[in-house]
């Protein structure tokens, strides 16, 4: 008899018989578009921020892609983004023929750099997006003061830092506006989804009339829209994974803790780095570091012991889409390229048992013992 292969996903979704029984009702309810669900939602995704205002979005990129819309961004106008990103912050600003601005990051918390995003501020800047990668908050108060001093809105792109807190503060109400994915790997997901958060009463009404279609009334268009609209369906899904989210997030910290001691110390791993004012990291990945001449042997070893990785995400300024506006950028962003030829992240989901755990840890400790 054949011994069983082992798989341990980098990422695995907890979904279940509650949310099968919440889609099977809503179907049998015959309503399964966007209606009295997403507004259930919005509602309870509002009192678990604090926040004055939540609008459902179809996924992530529609969220960010609405924001612009409602932002008035348009051709050659300057939005300033991190290179270190998933490629949706950059294309949502080619998307409105904007002129794309990268800064370099931070190597030790992968946000975007004050410094690089404080010489890339010009006239011409009408918007900057910040990033919270891999659910690490970004210092959230020095963007706020920056975006008054300016008189330029900030952004926070916050795909996946839903349930994160930063200073004891859930993130969500620290800029004008955040952005959330709720796609199959996040802490909280509806398959597909997003949300819009933001405190600012005038943004958010006009967010509703942006995703549907441009229409304040049925078929009255006022501004040109899109049909980025949450369906019923998936609301019920993220109605009950909002139930999970503290447990996924306490689960998923106790996970990050065990990766912490096994590999304390070592010459070689470097674990993820939590400044002060990240009272709570989402744990969406957990990222080491690793010497760069070995990070690729390290995913094909890995890879040949059941272990999946990722490498999220390459950036910008190296996609093939991009690269060849950004050639001269190369020595800006050099922080970007360096930690991308470092990180890896590895698994960690709220039902990743202890003994997978310590296989993971094991092999890559094996690995370096080898190399």
Known sequence: ??????????????????????VFKQVKSGWISMGKKVLEF??????????????????????????????????????????????STANVVAYKKAKLV????????????RKSLLNKISKKTKLIIVTDMKG??????????????????????SAESFGAKYKNQIIGSQLIAHTFSFFANKNLTTGEGGMIVTQNKVLAEKLKVIRN????????????????????????????????????????????????????????????????????????????????NHRNKLIDYLNKKGIETRLSFPPVHIQPYYKKSFTKDKKN?????????????????????????????RSILNYFKKN
């Open 136 to 157: 690490m908050p970004v210092d959230y108060d020095f963007y706020k003061n920056l975006s008054k001093k300016i008189n330029v809105p900030i952004i926070a792109d």
């Open 333 to 361: 962003l050099s922080n970007a390229s360096k930690v991308y030829k470092e990180f890896l992240d590895i698994p960690i989901w709220p039902d990743l048992s202890l003994n997978k755990q310590i296989y993971v840890a």
């Open 42 to 87: 919005e509602n309870k995704v509002k009192e678990f921020i604090g926040v004055q205002n939540a609008i459902a979005i179809n996924n992530g990129t529609s969220a960010l892609d609405a924001l612009l819309t409602a932002f008035n961004i348009k051709e050659n106008d300057e939005v300033i983004i991190p290179s270190l990103t998933y490629i």
């Open 213 to 292: 279609q441009g229409q304040n009334r049925r078929y009255n268009h006022i501004v040109l829209g899109n049909n980025y609209r949450m369906t019923d369906v998936s609301a019920a899904i993220g109605i009950i994974q909002l139930k999970k989210l503290t447990k996924c997030l306490q689960q998923k910290e106790n996970i990050a803790k065990k990766y912490d001691k096994l590999f304390f110390a070592h010459s070689k791993i470097k674990t993820p780095f939590i400044p002060e004012y990240a009272s709570q990291h989402s744990w969406y990945n957990y990222c080491i570091k690793v010497p760069a």
């Open 102 to 113: 990268l800064c370099d990051s931070n190597p030790r918390t992968f946000n975007i750099s």
């Open 1 to 22: 008899m054949k011994k069983k292969k082992i798989f341990i996903p980098v990422a695995n979704p907890t979904v279940g018989i509650e949310e099968a029984n919440a």
